[in-house]
């Protein structure tokens, strides 16, 4: 037998067992003639004590770090004053009769001890394999399987039918670039990776099963800002006859099911907010509404004022607590940020006794004014005020920046508040052709209320325009998307001509869903979240790459596999392809 136990489950009751452990070298401290071993196993640590007189089989002292051992001996009570309170086997040692080196090791290019986060990246992820034995990544890991399971376990509660779609298939648009697979068959034609099982879950509607969930794979050819990868797991599911409040229920359930799994805490009701709201008072369509700072009005409070940079589409501020102690120095640093945000200007203010304002605009404004400021935005002695002016999204996004750059908590902190966000606009923006650019993917029903609006909107007031898409937002990441589909092929073509997606495009690219739609396409709605995302909020960890077994660095490579590379002449000539020679 390799092991009778696993090492981490050993407790005081366990003392006079004999047991047969086995695992990696954690540590090894020689005292005075005896030698203790940490010995790591998946299930944690437990001290070893080999006498080197009793045990000959191997040279103790020559086994070092990460070397796999096999141990036989007898549990027993650690002596008073050596009790390890920090482990949860640090009751116990086990004192070896016999010991087996299973395996040697070259000694580990960083330390596994630790979290690892003053461990170069790069070089985590070339060792990957050494990388994941440490505490962080296994736990990491095990939180990530049972996210997956509760999903799962959900999701057929539910009465959802999992359905695998494929990897090889023609463009879906999810608004980026397609990862591409040359064909063998077809020289010159190529399939492209999903990024996302969009247009299936729609033809699977029509095909009838009604409810389809997956936890699918996606990849998407975009810059690795932020929180990306090229591929990630999406939680997906699609419901027919159905709309936008049963999507909400499903999903709901679904994560507080997650949730609760992990934290022991099912999801309390998750509140609901119009994107409209959420624009104006946290400047942002994922609003991290853990903290307040918001944004606020102070078109009244300065209503009438001779300062000319306030007489504006909109004048708008917020309360940084406690910050009026800034340093001039930080303060320039955010008139900067503010117009590197795209705003004129920043007016900044610092909140001194009995309320009165330091700033350098201050002799611009009237004592009234300044009172007005002070009390809409319900400032104190020692905070500090910040004000833009200007046009009201841009006035809007530039302070929703500065709250979180000055007010954001670490993503793990206070636990997991979620929220609704609902009515997005349909367009997000006017390309340079002034055609409007969908704000989701173009297969997104317009707001029952803002249909006539279609027919006779031009230029921004396209922007005006509601959808039926939501998102599900948690401490300020947007976790997902969704919407009620366009099921009317007479619609679907309004707002492909809209999109100016001529016919012969929208056939090229997504005929076989028009076709589809022909035969009887049910009402249906979706959703699909980030399972990478939920994962790494459960775990507190603010980077998706601590809770991907192998993900690419910032710059999209592996350095483990090498990932991606060349590949050979014959290769290359039998799909058709000619590279450019390497530089
Ligand atoms: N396919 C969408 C996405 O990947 C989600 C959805 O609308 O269901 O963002």
Request: with cysteine.
């Amino acid at each position: 037998m390799m092991r009778t136990h696993e090492v981490g489950t050993l407790r005081p009751e366990h003392a006079g067992h004999e047991v047969t452990v086995a695992g990696w070298v954690a540590s090894r401290r020689d005292h005075g003639g005896v030698v203790f071993f940490d010995l790591r196993d998946a299930s944690g640590l437990l001290q070893v004590v080999v006498d080197p007189e009793q045990i000959t089989d191997d040279d103790v002292h020559h086994i070092g770090r990460e070397w796999v051992i096999q141990i036989v001996g007898e549990v027993r009570p650690r002596r008073e004053g050596t009790v390890n309170a920090d482990l949860p086997t640090g009751g116990v040692e086990v004192g070896a009769r016999s010991l087996t080196v299973l395996n040697r090791a070259e000694p580990p290019p960083f330390p596994l001890s630790d979290r690892g986060d003053d461990v170069d990246e790069v070089l985590r992820l070339k060792h990957r394999y050494l990388d994941l034995r440490r505490n962080s990544m296994q736990r990491n890991l095990r939180i990530r399987s049972r996210v997956n399971a509760a999903l799962r376990t959900s999701m057929n509660e539910q009465d959802f039918v999992e359905v695998e779609t494929p990897m090889l298939i023609a463009s879906t648009p999810e608004g980026a670039r397609d990862f591409v697979v040359p064909s063998r068959f077809s020289p010159g034609e190529f399939y492209a990776l999903p990024q996302s099982p969009q247009l299936f879950k729609q033809l699977l509607m029509v095909g009838g099963l009604d409810r389809y969930f997956q936890i699918a794979r996606c990849l998407r050819d975009e810059d690795l800002r932020g929180n990306r990868q090229f591929e990630f797991m999406q939680y997906d599911m699609e419901m027919s006859f159905a709309g936008q409040a049963d999507v909400m229920a499903v999903v709901t359930t679904a994560v507080s099911a997650a949730v609760e799994v992990i934290t022991g805490e099912p999801l309390a009701f998750i509140p609901t907010m119009t994107w409209a709201e959420a624009m104006e008072r946290f400047g942002s369509d994922k609003p991290d509404v853990r903290f307040g700072m918001e944004l606020t009005d102070l078109g009244d409070a300065v209503a009438g004022t001779e300062f000319k940079a306030f007489h504006a589409d909109a004048v708008k501020g917020i309360c940084v607590p406690g910050r009026g102690d800034a340093s001039r120095s930080v303060l320039d640093g955010l008139v900067d940020r503010a117009k590197a945000l795209g705003a004129a200007g920043l007016v900044w203010m610092r909140v001194m006794a009995e309320g009165s304002l330091e700033s350098p605009v201050a002799k611009f404004l009237t004592a009234e004014e300044q009172a007005a400021i002070v009390g809409a935005l319900g400032a104190a002695p020692g905070d500090l005020v910040l004000i833009v002016a200007g046009a009201r999204r841009r006035t809007n996004d530039v302070l929703g920046a500065l709250r979180l750059d000055l007010g954001r908590p670490p993503v793990a902190e206070g636990g997991l508040v979620p929220l609704w966000i609902v009515d997005f606009p349909l367009f997000e923006a006017l390309g340079d052709d002034g055609q409007p650019i969908p704000a989701h993917h173009p297969f997104t029903q317009p707001h029952p209320e803002d249909l006539a609006l279609l027919d006779t909107a031009s230029g921004e007031e396209f922007l005006d325009i509601r959808s039926q898409a939501y998102d599900l937002v948690i401490n300020g990441w947007e976790l997902g998307s969704g919407s009620v589909r366009i099921h009317d092929p007479g619609m679907q073509q309004r707002i492909f001509s809209l999109l100016g997606i001529d016919e012969t495009e929208a056939q090229a690219r997504f005929g076989f869903l028009l076709d589809a739609f022909r035969y009887g396409a049910p009402p249906h709605a979706g959703f699909a979240f980030g399972v990478d995302r939920l994962v790494a909020l459960l775990a507190g960890e603010e980077s998706i790459r601590e809770v991907i077994a192998f993900p690419k660095t910032q710059s999209g490579a592996d350095p483990l596999t090498g990932a991606p590379n060349r590949l050979d002449a014959s290769q290359l000539r039998e799909l058709g392809i000619t590279v450019p020679p390497r530089k």
